[in-house]
Structures are given as structure tokens and as C-alpha cells.
């Protein structure tokens, strides 16, 4: 079982940038898709960004595309969310998860980290 632990998250303003990671451990991260969901208050988790294990094809969903850049690094077992141009609707609890399709990803279907909070403030 795949053990994920994200950091990076905190207050900003909006306009400005943060970089979520996450740490994976305890599986062979390498052969997972990766990804980031979200959760605002009151709201459905929703899908935000993925990276597949082969070829490292990247997946966003609308409202982050152009602003936020998900990539990994195998060798360290790490997954980034670079997040630029922050708006305050992206205002959420950011959650890293991991599964063995970008099908079962997107289904919720794979393991999860606790999340990280991202506030951003007008």
C-alpha cells in the first residue's frame, strides 16, 4: 500500500504562485498514475490535475488549464503541482492520490493522501 503525504499548501494572494508536493512512499510509485483532486468547502471533491505513469501525459481539468503544471519525479517518488496565477476559487483543501489507470484516478478509485490547504484571499 502506497503511503502519500503533500506539503507546500498555505495563504496566498491572488495572482501569485505555490507549489503543492507529494511525497510518496511504501509502493512502486513508478508504475502508478498520479494525480491532484480538490475539496472547496461545501463542495464535491473534483479532479484537477494527472500525470500518467508512462510517457508522463498530463491531464487538467478546464479550470486550472494554463495556470497550474502537474509533473513528477520517479526517482525521488514525488509529485508536484506547480499553481500559478491563483485565483480565490482556488480556495480548497488539495488532496494527492494515486491509481493504476487516469480512468480509475479520475473515478476516485485509487489511494489518497490526508490534503493540504490552499487559501488564496482577493
Known amino acids: 500500500q502506497v503511503q502519500l503525504l503533500e506539503s507546500g499548501g498555505g495563504l496566498a494572494q491572488a495572482g501569485d504562485s505555490l507549489r503543492l508536493s507529494c511525497a510518496a512512499s511504501?509502493?512502486?510509485?513508478?508504475?502508478?498514475?498520479m494525480g491532484w483532486f480538490r475539496q472547496a468547502p461545501g463542495k464535491d471533491r473534483e479532479f484537477v490535475a494527472a500525470?500518467?505513469?508512462?510517457?508522463?501525459?498530463?491531464y487538467y481539468d478546464d479550470s486550472v488549464k494554463g495556470r497550474f503544471t502537474i509533473s513528477r519525479d520517479n526517482a525521488k517518488n514525488m509529485v508536484y503541482l506547480q499553481m500559478n496565477s491563483l485565483k480565490p476559487e482556488d480556495t480548497a483543501v488539495y488532496y494527492c492520490?494515486?491509481?493504476?489507470?487516469?480512468?480509475?484516478?479520475?473515478?476516485?478509485?485509487?489511494?489518497w493522501g490526508q490534503g493540504t490547504q490552499v487559501t488564496v484571499s482577493s
Open positions: 492520490t494515486g491509481a493504476s489507470s487516469v480512468a480509475a484516478l479520475r473515478g476516485s478509485l485509487g489511494f
Open positions: 511504501g509502493g512502486t510509485f513508478s508504475s502508478y498514475t
Open positions: 500525470i500518467s505513469w508512462s510517457y508522463y501525459r498530463t
